[in-house]
């Protein structure tokens, strides 16, 4: 069936490295991408986003790499911070199938190393 | 910081009871969606809504019902509490011209005895 899904559940990075989390997907016909952070506690927040006419977009110290080919989405976080330390979900979307829904994976938890 | 609300925060009930999670949101949001996430796992959608009076079924079958009377309002009911409903629950918002752009409550952690 179709599935978002993490390569790695967790990762540890040290305060001021970059880090970087993946996620694959399988739906090729998913258009849309993005990404949350939870903190303990919290609901998600959103991070960024992507369509898939780009591949690559960037935010304030987040970028998002897409590649197509290999259906594969990645969240870069530069000069990671202690306050960056949650779980990362992506999510995608077909639109074309008329879904107004995302599909989310089962997120990564980022923690940094002060 | 969004402006939608979730009550209450934990609730731990008995099997067999009735219970109402109230969501909120001051954002004049037209979407309103409720999640379900075991703990370190995915989001899975249960409820949404794109309006009044319109409350759709995600793709986790649920024993839930919704109801959207009002906007800003979008309470989710279960009449009879299992075990197998413990877990937590999300509620988010979104406007149209945001795209897919939701903003999410702080949930509300079920445990059902």
């Known amino acids: 069936g179709e599935s978002v899904g993490l390569h790695l559940p967790t990762l540890s990075v040290q305060e001021g490295d970059n880090s970087i989390i993946n996620c694959a997907y399988s739906?090729?016909?998913?258009?849309?991408f993005i990404w949350y952070k939870q903190e303990s506690g919290k609901g998600p927040q959103f991070i960024i986003d992507?369509?898939?006419?780009?591949d690559k977009r960037q935010g304030q110290r987040v970028t998002v790499l897409l590649n197509k080919t290999v259906k594969h989405l990645s969240l870069q976080i530069a000069a990671t911070q202690p306050g960056d330390s949650a779980v990362y979900f992506c999510?995608?979307?077909?639109?074309?199938?008329?879904?107004?829904?995302?599909?989310f994976g089962k997120g990564t938890k980022l923690s940094v190393i002060p | 910081e969004a402006d939608i609300y979730q009550t209450p925060r934990y609730l731990v009930i008995g099997t067999g009871k009735k219970i109402t999670l109230e969501c909120s949101q001051t954002?004049?949001?037209?979407?309103m969606y409720w999640y379900q996430q075991d703990p370190g796992m995915e989001l899975h959608l249960i409820h949404y809504?794109?309006?009044?009076?319109?409350?759709e079924k995600g793709d986790l079958s649920s024993e839930s019902t919704v109801s959207r009377i009002r906007t800003e309002h979008f309470p989710l009911t279960l009449e009879s509490a299992r075990p197998s409903h413990t877990s937590q629950y999300l509620c988010?918002?979104?406007?149209?011209?945001?795209?897919?752009?939701?903003?999410f409550g702080s949930g509300t952690q079920l445990s059902v005895l």
């Open positions: 988010a918002s979104g406007y149209r011209g945001l795209g897919e752009k939701l903003f």
């Open positions: 739906n090729s016909a998913s258009d849309y």
């Open positions: 992507i369509r898939s006419n780009m």
């Open positions: 999510a995608e979307k077909n639109s074309g199938a008329g879904s107004y829904q995302l599909t």
């Open positions: 954002m004049g949001h037209d979407k």
């Open positions: 809504s794109y309006g009044v009076n319109s409350t």
